[in-house]
Each structure stands twice: as C-alpha cells, then as structure tokens.
C-alpha cells in the first residue's frame, strides 16, 4: 500500500499522548505552521513531523502547502467515531451507578 492511499485507524492515532496534544493545540487555531507547532514539544522537528504524518493518515489533521512551508489544520470530524464509541460506555456506568444507588437506598 503506497503512502498515499494508507489510512490509519482512528484510535491508534489518539493512542499517543504527543498526538492528543497536538490535536488539542491544533483545536485552539485556525491552523500552524510546522516551526509553529514543534517549539511546544521537547523533540525534534522529524520527530514531531512523525506525529503529524500518523494524524494526516488517519484524516485527523489536514496539512496545506503555503511557500515553502507546510500549515496544519485539524479535521475533527474522525474524532466522532471516538466520541460515539466512549458514550456508548458512558449510558453503561450511568446505568450501573444507578443500579447502586438503588440497592445502597434498599439496604437503608
């Protein structure tokens, strides 16, 4: 598979917290240059271009070339996947917590 058609999974993307902050720092602004984004990580700007080319993968951020430089912007919409799945988890405890609360009112 070439690495233009690759499409990384949404989850393995967020699996790192280097890649969930610069989601969160992308979530902040229109969009950043590379330059921009590398002086809030304590790493190179190869390794910090890894991070980025792992969320263009999984169409997490989108990247535009203005001169000679690249500018990322984040595309959020993959980030409901995540969302739809954690609520799904969220109904379940809210129903166990409140299956506890009855018995613990019970045991009065």
Not at 34 to 63: D, P, W
Not at 72 to 91: I, M
């Amino acid at each position: 598979m070439n690495e233009k058609s690759q499409v990384r999974d949404v989850y393995d993307a967020v699996a790192d917290p280097t890649r969930r902050k610069l989601i969160q720092m992308l979530a902040d602004v229109e969009e950043l240059p590379l330059h921009e984004i590398t002086v809030h990580f304590q790493m190179g700007r190869t390794a910090v271009s890894k991070h980025l080319s792992i969320l263009k993968e999984a169409n997490l951020v989108i990247a535009r070339k203005v001169g000679r430089e690249t500018r990322y912007r984040l595309n959020a919409t993959p980030l409901k996947e995540v969302q739809d799945w954690v609520s799904f988890y969220e109904g379940f405890w809210n129903e166990r917590i409140a299956k506890l609360n009855l018995l613990l009112e019970e045991k009065k």
